[in-house]
């Protein structure tokens, strides 16, 4: 019996995404659950299973070709006695679904011709920055006339935004991702006029007329993680809180108790510690457990506490999130977090698990460095970032004894916590850190 192989219902906001990798080819003989391609959405790759046992009789598309949820992609005969047919021609994918391939020409020392933009809709010069629509405007009557894109209207949805409430300067009053931005800009900065220039890039000059040069499209996720992070550094007004923290009786813990933690599925690293220490710190500090609502004048108050762990991945960093940390303790999210972290690295991860983190954790300490500072994964309001340990000789009455140290970097947004607060959030974790027992103090 032949049977078609959809795009199955990945995830929440999850519409589309592109083809990285067919893992099977016509004739093959596959199980039930046994990966058939890899899809990349604007938050991860996605393993796309076989529904049924079989042998693969069709294969409707190719690298690079966009497909939507519910999109039969392959065929399979359940059964395993049908010849495997050849791809069909009208099985090809249409050809405005596949982007077309970049092709770099050589470079041209006339001076006519034009650098290429950087944005895919880049906004004219001309075009007026816009505002904020009056209070008391209503919104259309209907507004799913209103001219964006689904990835723009998703962006308005992302930042809180009333799309209705955005003016656009594209072509015909279409509405762009940057609009939205502008939008937010101006909300954050009380109408405030901020000149065009600081707000949109230069076009890009010809690099090929000074030597050789390469192309490289942006995989989706590095996509995603240029606009999170341009979106954050514009939105939120960034302050770094620099501390460290004696880990050295973590580091003898952890030497005493990782084959215990083994043996249970997990692996128990300073970063496992941390999440129990950074759970306990949110209950008691709760503004870093909170989002701004800057269009309501409120800020929103998070009962629970969802971690997200910055992974390093072959396509860029990724923040998958352990729920529920504060209800836990270090064995399980030790095992959590060695789970969360692998399929991540193996793009088993599902986008829904990168969603709803309630504060971040990134370390860099297996890399090296000595602080940094990271940028707050908006709505979030607070970022951890270690680095490696570092060893010092300390005087301990009298005695010169070497001790490990942790450098510590709190990187929160300004509008929601002050200084001296940061100060004693970092302060408590340190001091969490070198002596468990304060943990206990407020419980």
């Not at 893992?23 to 596959?30: F, I, M, N, P």
């Not at 039930?32 to 693969?56: F, N, R, W, Y």
């Not at 060893?391 to 509008?415: A, C, M, N, T, W």
């Amino acid at each position: 019996m032949i049977k078609d192989i959809k795009i199955p219902d990945i995830g929440e906001k999850v519409e589309s995404g592109q083809v990285v990798d067919i893992l099977v080819k016509v004739g093959d003989a596959v199980q039930l659950d046994q990966g058939i391609l890899e899809m990349e959405t604007d938050k991860a790759v996605v393993e796309i299973p076989a529904e049924d046992s079989g042998v693969i009789t069709e294969i409707l598309v190719k690298e690079g070709q966009v497909v939507k949820i519910g999109e039969v992609v392959a065929r399979i005969d359940t059964e395993g006695k049908q010849q495997a047919a050849a791809p069909a021609e009208e099985a090809k994918p249409k050809t405005e679904d596949i982007p077309p391939p970049r092709v770099e020409t050589p470079p041209v020392k006339e001076e006519a011709r034009k650098p290429e933009p950087v944005m895919e809709q880049p906004v004219q010069k001309s075009a007026p920055i816009p505002k904020p629509a009056p209070k008391d405007s209503a919104p259309p009557k209907q507004p799913i006339d209103i001219p964006a894109s689904p990835s723009v209207r998703h962006l308005a949805r992302e930042l809180g935004v009333d799309i209705t409430k955005v003016t656009g300067s594209g072509p015909g009053g279409r509405i762009t991702s940057d609009d939205v931005k502008h939008f937010v800009h101006h909300v954050v900065e009380d109408e405030t006029v901020v000149p065009q220039a600081s707000m949109t890039p230069s076009n890009m000059p010809d690099f090929g007329q000074w030597g050789a040069i390469e192309r490289v499209p942006l995989s989706q996720v590095r996509k995603l993680i240029s606009q999170s992070t341009a979106n954050s550094w514009a939105t939120i007004p960034h302050v770094t809180q620099f501390d460290e923290a004696d880990i050295s009786h973590v580091n003898a813990f952890i030497e005493k108790h990782k084959n215990t933690v083994a043996k249970a599925g997990g692996k128990l690293t300073v970063t496992a510690v941390l999440l129990k220490v950074m759970a306990s710190a949110l209950k008691k500090f709760p503004n870093f457990n909170s989002s701004i609502d800057v269009q309501n004048g409120e800020l929103i108050l998070k009962k629970y506490v969802h971690i997200g762990i910055a992974v390093d991945t072959d396509r860029g960093l990724l923040v998958p999130v352990i729920r529920d940390a504060d209800k836990k303790g270090i064995v399980r999210l030790a095992m959590d977090l060695k789970d969360i972290a692998d399929r991540t690295r193996e793009r088993k991860i599902k986008p829904d698990e990168l969603d709803g983190g309630t504060f971040t954790i990134s370390n860099q300490g297996g890399i090296g460095g000595t602080n940094f500072t990271p940028i707050v994964l908006w709505p979030q309001v607070a970022i951890l970032g270690v680095s490696r340990t570092a060893d010092r000789l300390v005087d301990e009455g009298g005695d010169i004894v070497k001790r490990q140290f942790l450098p510590l970097s709190l990187s929160y947004d300004h509008r929601v916590v002050d200084g001296a607060d940061a100060a004693r959030f970092l302060r408590w974790v340190a001091e969490a850190l070198e002596s468990p027992l304060v943990m206990q103090l407020d419980e």
